[in-house]
């Protein structure tokens, strides 16, 4: 493998000037290496951050990345790039919540980095994803299969390679309107009509402060990206005929060629270390005190008299070139078969001297087993250190363990609906002695391939497994008098997904939480996501109706039902999605994407059971066409229907929250059968057997208490505290008290505040009214049936959680940071967390 010119260029351009060229640091500088996120159930893929005092890279940032953040207590003020590897799903899904948290935090400007299809993949969020005060800088690459240098700044370098052929996923069926062909995603059914233009006609102006770019890659995206975040703060100009290229509707144009899903791989130099400055031998050789002397611990020469020349290295001692660290991101074999490796002689010639420490092998499983690839491996000396992440090589261990830890606490309460998230300490495939296991607890030196002492907590998963109900009470460090209302609930026995005997259909219905938070994830609870189990009894136990699904929502679904996770997606009937904004849907993809992948199994079973499939398996609906009083009404619950093969009976209603939003009434009648003496057939009529009301995002909404007036359950979002109230009619929500106002049979409160991770006091107060009420947690699951029972469990779970840490949010973790370590606060030894939450 020989460099391009281009490559070579820049290798001998940096060798020839790198004082010029290669930025350069004191000696003694911490330079730190963390994972954030590496390969588990909680996420896509590993995500890496290289931090500098003032100064931190993010590479990759799939879903959860934000609320790794949070979780680690990393402050995100002086992140100031981010770099994506591709920008599909697995790598890019958490892009559009950070950017909008460092946008909230009041970071000023911020660089993203990626291969083609960066910006279109910004401006796919441009109608969720929007905020004044800061500036985004895109940095689009065109791939190549030779290390091509992509990014510097006054501390690193940054080189991609990957492959330059075009590729099309796999599952990829591309349909033809018109002359152009049909994206993937387009291949699914629709009632919504689509419009292709390159902006809104009605406004071609760019809005105020944002500037026409030279170089348009996909016609018009640069300036949607502009429009997404105003730098300026300018307001947007009011009315639809001032709708600027962010506001815009109208559907993105198509690119004309095939964008290159690859992955690429990233090959990161660091700064030149500089070594200990000697004033006295500066002295000896002429140059004078003062500015002098700082230019020459900079780096560079001080021309001292007509024939003598003093430079940066004659007065110092120590130092080196500096370190660099690779990044290896492979997908498949078949890109593995397409892409050429770069050898170590081909790296050291791109890295101006600076010594390769570590390879982070952030690819698919069977790639790292592949010969070609362990004959790669082996060609690097014994000073380079191999990192590895996959989800079968690595231990499938929860990333929030502070979750995890509230789980098994609240499991102790009611055993049914708050079981323990499903996790596995040991890897699928054991991994090679010459490849360490990508840890979240590790944090290395980039100018050494050791790990530093500064370790997060770790938590002791044996606490999972202690089945000592006193031991583990004591290893929890539960409350003496919280100890003895367990023992309590224990006796009485409430158990909220047990069988409720002849009871109505209604009550076995279960309520499964995933995401319970609101706005962005935190330590204890995720974006929102509510699951409902409908029993059914045609080979299946449940269908299963998904209601919102923020960012983080299919990690959630495979914490929760473990190894039968793809099972419960292959019974997936609907998603509702309420609104646009990110905190409601933004896990979407991912469903998606898995949904797509599994179509081969669904069309070798069709031939066994009808399952819809002629209709195309994923359908959109418009939420406008479900309304009551909507003349499509008709058309689309009987297209809904035929899909689902259910008489699900679904009616949206318009709630009062910024912009369009919608909640949802799902109904579900069943038949009876009345034999006539008359009629050799009996009589079929229907009756409703089950009602669901669903708010969405909403402040008090009378449209919403007059839909599903025989509600049996409502689920209702109570983002904020009582005392509250005109902070919810700003924002367009529901306080706690004003939730509960809408009376119905039982009441599951979600969608809570990050300011309120415990019970509110009023809760408690509520016991003795006719309505079923509980606050729900991730992951708690319910029978409609038994939410009475679990109501009862309140003033436990209020004790349970009121030793609970605040939530973790960007401003109280940033204030006063100036530490490069990752995690914010004092520095912490290595410990085993079994008991602290």
């Known amino acids: 493998f020989i460099p391009s010119a281009g490559a ?72 100031n790039s981010i770099f994506l590897s591709s920008c599909q799903v697995s790598h890019s899904a958490g892009t559009y919540g950070m950017l909008m948290g460092l946008a909230d935090g009041n970071k000023q400007s911020v660089q993203l980095i990626g291969p083609e299809g960066l910006h279109y993949m910004l401006a796919c969020g441009r109608l969720f994803t929007r905020r004044q005060g800061m500036t985004l800088n895109l940095t689009e690459f065109q791939t190549t299969s030779t290390l091509k240098q992509v990014f510097q700044d006054n501390l690193i370098r940054v080189f991609a390679v990957g492959n330059h052929q075009k590729t099309v996923q796999a599952h990829a069926e591309p349909e033809v309107i018109g002359k152009r062909k049909r994206s993937p995603d387009l291949a699914l059914s629709s009632d919504v009509p689509l419009k292709q233009t390159k902006l809104d ?45 962010a506001y815009s509707y109208q559907r993105l144009q ?52 007509e024939e003598t020349i003093v430079t940066s290295e004659m007065c110092l001692e120590g130092g080196s070139a500096g370190s660099a660290f690779f990044i290896s991101s492979i997908a498949s074999l078949e890109q593995l078969d397409r892409t050429i490796l770069p050898n170590p002689a081909c790296i050291s010639e791109v890295s101006d001297g600076a010594n390769l420490l570590a390879i982070y092998h952030l690819v698919h499983e069977n790639v790292v087993l592949n010969e070609r690839y362990v004959a790669w491996i082996s ?62 607890h590790e944090t290395f030196s980039f100018k050494s391939s050791k790990t530093t002492a500064e370790h997060v907590s770790q938590l002791d998963y044996s606490i999972f497994g202690c089945l000592n109900r006193s031991e583990l009470v004591s290893r929890l460090k539960i409350q003496p008098e919280l100890a003895d209302q367990l023992e309590s609930l224990e006796s009485n026995d409430y158990n909220s997904m047990a ?53 983080g929502t299919l990690g959630q679904i495979k914490r929760k039902f473990g190894p039968g996770w793809k099972e419960t997606l292959k019974n997936l009937k609907m998603i509702f999605i309420s609104h646009l904004h990110a905190d409601h849907h933004c896990g979407l993809p991912s469903l998606i994407d898995f949904t797509i992948w599994y179509i081969l199994y669904l069309n070798e079973k069709s031939v066994l059971e009808p399952l819809g499939l002629s209709m195309g398996r994923v359908q959109w609906f418009n939420s406008d066409h479900l309304l009551k009083n909507s003349d499509k009404r008709s058309q689309t619950m009987c297209r809904f229907q035929a899909l689902t093969s259910s008489n699900l009976e679904i009616e949206t209603v318009p709630v009062n929250h910024w912009g369009k939003c919608f909640g949802v009434c799902i109904e579900q009648k069943t038949q009876s059968w009345k034999i006539v003496t008359q009629l050799s057939k009996g009589f079929c009529s229907f009756l409703l057997a089950w009602c669901t009301r669903f708010s969405g995002d909403t402040k008090p909404c009378q449209t919403l208490i007059d839909a599903g007036q025989n509600a049996d359950l409502l689920i209702h979002e109570a983002s904020l505290g009582p005392e509250e109230t005109e902070l919810a009619e700003t924002k367009g929500h529901s306080t ?69 840490d605040l939530e973790d949010t960007p401003e109280a973790t940033e204030e006063g940071q100036s530490n490069p370590s990752p995690s914010s606060g004092k520095k912490r030894k290595t410990k085993k967390k079994g008991g602290e939450s």
Request: hydrophobic share 35%.
């Open 8 to 79: 070579l260029s820049v290798a001998v351009m940096s060798q020839r000037g790198g004082s010029m060229l290669r930025p350069s640091l004191g000696a003694n500088s911490p330079i730190l290496i963390k994972p954030v996120l590496v390969d588990c159930a909680d996420t896509s893929s590993p995500s890496l951050l290289l931090c500098f005092d003032q100064s931190r890279y993010l590479f990759n940032c799939p879903e959860n990345t934000s609320r790794s953040f949070a979780q680690s207590r990393i402050p995100q003020k002086n992140l």
């Open 201 to 245: 006609p009605m406004n071609t102006d760019l809005p105020a402060g944002v500037q026409p770019t030279a170089t348009n890659p996909h016609n018009g995206l640069p300036e949607i990206v502009d429009d997404m975040f105003r730098a300026s703060g300018a307001a947007r100009p009011i009315g639809k005929k001032n709708t600027t290229p």
């Open 254 to 305: 198509v690119p004309d060629e095939p964008i290159n899903t690859d992955p690429v791989s990233y090959l990161v130099l660091g700064p030149r270390l500089r070594g200990k400055f000697l004033p006295d031998k500066a002295k000896r050789l002429g140059v004078k005190p003062g500015p002098d002397f700082a230019k020459l611990v900079n780096g560079e020469s001080i021309q001292v008299n």
């Open 379 to 440: 060609k690097f000396g014994s000073g380079v250190t191999h990192h590895l992440s996959t989800p079968s090589h690595s231990p499938n261990l929860f990333t929030f363990e502070a979750s995890a830890l509230l789980q098994l606490k609240l499991n102790l309460i009611a055993p049914g609906s708050f079981p323990i998230p499903h996790y596995s300490s040991e890897p699928t495939i054991p991994s090679s002695p010459q490849l360490n296991l990508l840890s979240r």
């Open 499 to 551: 069988s409720t005997g002849e009871s109505k259909f209604i009550d076995q219905i279960v309520v499964t939480t995933l995401g319970t938070g609101s706005a962005s994830p935190s330590k204890y609870r995720n974006v929102s996501s509510t699951l409902l189990h409908i029993p059914h009894g045609q080979g299946h136990e449940f269908d299963f109706v998904l209601l919102d699904a923020g960012e």
């Open 736 to 804: 706690i008290d004003q939730a509960i106002q809408d009376e119905r049979k039982n009441c599951v409160l979600n969608h809570f505040s990050g300011r309120y991770p415990k019970i509110p006091p009023s809760i408690n107060k509520m016991n003795d009214q006719e309505m079923n009420i509980v606050i729900s947690f991730d992951f708690m699951s319910c029978k409609i049936g038994a939410i009475h029972d679990l109501q009862k469990c309140i003033p436990a779970l209020e004790k349970m959680v009121e030793g609970l």
